[in-house]
DNA sequence: GGGGCTACTTACACAAAGGAAAGCGGTTAC
DNA sequence: GTAACCGCTTTCCTTTGTGTAAGTAGCCCC
């Protein structure tokens, strides 16, 4: 029930700051659209409307807000052609590769994970 | 800026399977409180108010919500012992245990990622 | 000069997540 | 009997995330 008040948990410092990043990783990726338009993104780069038109569903209010906080984290970059009318692309900067094993493992456990359930849920009934 | 309609992506469909994977995942283990809870109870089983101490700053209704959660998820066990008063035990399941390498990533793409954008803070100022 | 396109921004609204405080049913301690 | 503890539940409120609709600045076309 409780160990020993003087007896240090296992790795108990270890542990929280190992969780204290995981938050912060996951108040990164975090939200309905950010790893969609990542992914998106990676395959090619896009402008504003042939985005939204991608994600369907998506307002422009939440993409506008979304593309700024993927750029603020270096996902993507802005690029401003200054064609007639100013063409806008985004593109998925080479840093957003470094989530590919982050979303590997995300998929892999959250697709045994539904699997798992499912099950549990037939033997239930 | 866009590949054309015929040629298809280089793996759209497996990309969308896996991404409704990973967003499974992100919504199981999402949350202020889930991942710390199973952390908590892995390091020991625990009671209710043991739990309330540790985690400073959860209010009992969302633990108990929490608590339910996380056992739905097959994370948690609740134990009733029959003492007087009974004694409830909130015990890490072996399942709780297949998070390990998810939190571990997690974990390690966060800590990068905090020291990337402190060093560009630094270089931008 | 009216309408349309692009890449947004602004104002408003709603639902879900989370917190504060109180209560509750059962028990033990005094 | 009354006070306290345990494991919650209930009520109310605030914050956060997301959506809808409309507007805007700049340019083009006719």
């Avoid at 307002?59 to 007639?84: G, M, Q």
Wanted: hydrophobic share 35%; proline share 3%; charged share 25%.
């Amino acid at each position: 029930m409780r160990t020993t008040i003087n007896e240090p948990l296992p790795d108990k410092e270890e542990c929280t700051s190992s969780l204290k990043n995981a938050l912060d990783a996951l108040s990164v990726i975090n939200g309905r659209w950010k790893l969609a338009l990542i992914l998106c993104l990676m395959q090619s780069s896009k402008r504003f409307s042939e985005i939204q038109h991608e994600m369907t569903g998506i307002s422009s209010r939440i993409l506008a807000k979304e593309l700024k906080d993927l750029e603020l984290n270096d996902f993507i970059k802005r690029h401003v052609y200054p064609t007639t009318p100013v063409t806008i692309i985004y593109e998925a900067t080479g840093y957003s590769r470094s989530l590919k094993s982050l979303i590997g493992e995300l998929s892999a456990w959250g697709g045994q994970h539904r699997e798992k359930i499912k099950e549990s849920i037939r033997n239930q009934s």
